[in-house]
């Protein structure tokens, strides 16, 4: 189904003053413009320029022709007629600058982006030009260039089966398990024998098909043939609108599938019938359905036909209160999309009061009228989803978001497909779903088989030998390339350096948790299927007596990737490896060093640092180890005797110790040991102009300068924790021989522990 944008109906409608011998040509030519039926405009208007000797009115005429063409998306003819109009002068003898804005629209509309610009800027420099209409269209081709040039990981391909040399276009899903796909299509077996005054094409009828992939592949795999992984495009069956031959001749070769809903009913000689969707589980259908009788015009409006005992019923129309315009000409109703439980109905229509061409307004049923409401234009909901340009083919997902195709909107070229999400009021502002679901030609019509809009199907008449066209319009499958991501990695003991087996692995993100062990090497791997763009994903590690280690990271932005470090897999999808982390464990059983918490000389007052560790700490107790019980240990430095040092140092245990306390950590579960100057620091690598080695007297005292002196010094005026038990009952338990566990005490000279409690 070709479809346009209407635009500004000053550059369309001329006035004429033709000779008695033609003016009843123009005239009829001119009504056929007004009721939209632009081919047999078109031959009328070129039988009134082949008779009009008059250069101005062969000019006027021209346009209209160009007009015509460009409405029936005929861009490469429509570009001929307006390339003539300004050869003939039009807009100097008629100050009209539209000609060379629609002649952008052409070549926009083919892909030409950098001819359109330069037709689109000097339009722009004429008078009487919209200079905001000429830049939203110049922007449509510069972003357009971009898109293409991006790339994608949607992928469209031409559905052979379900596709004709006819029009075929907007699917949908008739059944839960999306096995039943229902389209609209003017094949010759359509039973439709009337014409489309609008685009010459024939009626259409509603036909369907069935996925039979599942039943193939268990044949095949009886027959023990190999199946292609890059093969991933359903089988669709032979379509058919129910005719008797038809069906007759798939029973017979597919009999493990049930084939006939009653179409026949449906589908008439003088009808046309198009645009279904389902309520849930394929409960009820609508569709749109327009009649001509006796060359009498019947407007489209929305039927409904309920699903019940294998088979279609009779249908209904849907009374919804739209009647004519202000013209008094009838108003087509049209596209219809419902929701999930059929409370509310979209739909399309041309109405008084809207916004351009076609709107999409919605209604909602009044259960106890047994009525469908008022219709509102979905503009009133707070967001400009309705433009001065068309906006048809509303299809609402299974998330509740809103899938439109639009003219009016920055695109491609024809029509473009958008989608807003669902929000409290409304809908969000719409986003253009780009290139390749949209092109320079018309895409519209797309349906996913579930919310996570991995596939889908789309329509589309686009050319070129990329897409495989087999008709005017024609059904694409939409795939979105899964990306496939792998994390490994090896997990060591960060002392001794020996891998670690039986390490829980854990990754988690949206909606998603993925979880592995370390194998005897400290080897883990994760893969990770359709990893989530741009969202958060976790690894954590955990091991007993080891610190629980933990990284937050954002995951794939494939927009921003350099993609040829992406591998492409048999079927098709991406390979990204991204995460390769190994990871060195710190065992729990061994003193960590609180980096921060350092003591001036003779004091065990917490400096501001130090405060931010211990918070820190007392996350962790709380949140990450609420079960453990820990040590905190004060050093000192040598200097001084150890009457000075001993309590100097259990101060500044206790000083941790209470800090702690303040900010929640029960006082049960903290040891505050004094440990003096019976611990030097141990420096693994040269820090500072400081060697490594081991911080005591002898090494001290071998250092030449005073700052590396009391640099060493700092380092030994130090704080640390071990964790002493994982689980608080049993240590508790284990302790309750003393009147209260050890809260106070230090370490002697031989390394024991003195209680001071006691």
Known sequence: MIVRNLLTVLFLFIGFSFCNSQGSTYTKAEKAFQNKQFNKAKELYQRAYERSSDRSEKTKISFQMANCARLMGKFKVAESYYKRTIKLRYFEMFSDPSVFYYLGLCYKGQGKYNEAISYFENYKLKKGADVNMANSAIQGCQMSKEWISEGSRYRVLNVQKLNSRYNDFSPAFGDKKNKFLFFSSSREEAVGKKIDKSTNEDYVDIFYSFDYTEQKRKIDK?????????????????????????????????????????????????????????????????????????????????????????????????????????????????????????????????????????????????????????????????????????????????????????????????????????????????????????????????????????????????????????????????????????????????????????????????????????????????????????????????????????DTTVSTDYENMDKSKFLVLDDGNLLDTVYSRDVNFVSSKRPMILKSVEFDVNKFDLRPEGMEELDSLADLLTHDYPNHVIELRSHTDFRGSQDINVPLSQNRAQSCVDYLVEKGVSADRLVALGMSDSEPKILNTEINGLPSGALDKAYINSLKSNRLVEAAHQFNRRTDFKIISENFEEWFEENKKIESPIKNGLIDSDGNLIDLDE
């Open 222 to 550: 009886k027959r023990k043939k190999k199946i292609d992984p890059k093969d991933h495009m359903p089988i669709w069956l032979p379509p058919t609108n129910d005719l008797e031959e038809s069906l007759e001749a798939l029973e017979e070769k597919y009999d493990d599938v049930k084939f006939g809903f009653g179409l026949e009913e449906i589908n008439k000689r003088d009808s046309d019938e198009a645009t279904v969707c389902f309520t849930k589980g394929g409960k009820r259908m609508y569709f749109s359905q327009s009649t001509e009788v006796k060359n009498k015009y019947n407007p489209k409006r929305i039927y409904s036909v309920e699903f019940k005992s294998g088979s279609f019923g009779e249908p209904v129309e849907e009374k919804i209160p739209v009647d004519v315009n202000s013209a008094g000409e009838p108003i087509d109703v049209q596209h219809p999309a419902v929701s999930a439980d059929g409370k509310t109905l979209y739909f399309v229509a041309e109405m008084d009061g809207g916004f351009g061409g076609y709107d999409i307004y919605r209604c909602t049923y009044d259960r106890r009228k047994k009525a469908w409401g008022e219709p509102i234009n979905l503009n009133e909901l707070g967001v400009n989803i309705n433009t001065s340009g068309d906006e048809k083919f509303p299809y609402i997902s299974k998330t509740g978001a809103l899938f439109f195709s639009s003219t009016g909107h920055v695109g491609m070229g024809g029509l473009d497909i958008y989608k807003s999400e669902s929000t409290d009021n409304g809908f969000s502002h719409p986003v253009n779903m780009r290139y390749p679901i949209n092109t320079p030609y018309d895409d519209f019509g797309i349906v996913f088989e579930d919310e996570t809009e991995i596939k889908g199907y789309i329509s589309s008449n686009r050319k070129g030998k990329k897409w495989k066209p087999r008709g005017g319009d024609d059904i694409y499958l939409v795939d979105l390339q899964l990306i496939f991501t792998e994390l490994k990695g090896t997990v060591k003991d960060n002392e001794s350096g020996d891998p670690l087996s039986n390490v829980t692995v854990t990754l988690t993100g949206p909606n998603s948790n993925y979880t592995t062990i370390t194998n005897g090497n400290g080897e883990y791997y994760i893969g990770i299927e359709n990893f989530k763009e741009n969202q958060d994903y976790q690894i954590q590690f955990n091991k007993e007596w080891y610190f629980t280690q933990r």
